[in-house]
T-cell receptor
Framework: SQELEQSPQSLIVQEGKNLTINCTSS?????LYWYKQKYGEGLIFLMM?????EEKSHEKITAKLDEKKQQSSLHITASQPSHAGIYLC???????????FGKGTRLSVIA | NAGVMQNPRHLVRRRGQEARLRCSPM?????VYWYRQLPEEGLKFMVY????????ESGMPKERFSAEFPKEGPSILRIQQVVRGDSAAYFC??????????????FGEGSRLTVL
């Protein structure tokens, strides 16, 4: 089974709308990373969260790690076509395991 | 400061040939990770290396795949006797320290292997 579940799998929003992507684990998350990937390209680092309750923002993107450290959400405000792509969450599920990833959420922003 | 550099960006091989993928980490980074991404799949961890050492290879197939990170030069992921199922994007990432110790993890643009 997938260790990190992302929802939704895909999302189509109208330009200017807000949206939220979730990343859920059945285990405690030790370090949660959000990346963006455009088709055929590499991963762009967005944010890293470590502490329960932590929240970080970059431009119109905000990410939170819940208090119990088992879920993270990525929120985009006033979406733009430049936000389109695949959003991937990655996490350490213990101190000694490698970074694992969800399957990604494919975001399309239409005018 | 250049990012993580991977080459080649695209590689085409026939079944049975060898594929060599290279990764130069960011300057000052001594931890390298290789991931594989299949179409419509997420990133799957393959191997974690530090200079001259394999730290974790739990994601590497037992046969045909090997990785190294020599004292000098890039990290290399080597796939011998490639099969069609090896067609994928292979990503390399690097970090200053083990990322779980607050280090950020940066990825390269990937190497896309196509096996005919």
């Amino acid at each position: 089974s997938q260790e990190l579940e992302q929802s939704p799998q895909s999302l189509i929003v109208q330009e200017g709308k807000n949206l939220t992507i979730n990343c859920t684990s059945s285990k405690t998350l030790y370090g949660l990373y959000w990346y963006k990937q455009k088709y055929g390209e590499g991963l762009i680092f967005l944010m890293m969260l470590q502490k329960g309750g932590e929240e970080k923002s970059h431009e119109k993107i905000t990410a939170k790690l819940d208090e119990k450290k088992q879920q993270s959400s990525l929120h985009i405000t006033a979406s733009q076509p430049s936000h389109a792509g695949i959003y991937l969450c990655g996490a350490f599920l213990s101190g000694n395991t490698p970074l694992v990833f969800g399957k990604g959420t494919r975001l399309s922003v239409i005018a | 400061n250049a990012g993580v550099m991977q080459n080649p960006r695209h590689l085409v091989r026939r079944r049975g040939q060898e594929a060599r993928l290279r990764c130069s980490p960011m300057k000052g980074h001594s931890h390298v990770y290789w991931y594989r991404q299949l179409p419509e799949e997420g990133l799957k961890f393959m191997v974690y290396l530090q200079k001259e050492n394999i730290i974790d290879e739990s994601g590497m197939p037992k046969e045909r795949f090997s990785a190294e990170f020599p004292k000098e030069g890039p990290s290399i992921l080597r796939i011998q006797q490639v099969v069609r199922g090896d067609s994928a994007a292979y990503f390399c990432a690097s970090s200053v320290s083990r990322p779980s110790n607050t280090g950020e993890l940066f990825f390269g643009e990937g190497s896309r292997l196509t096996v005919l």
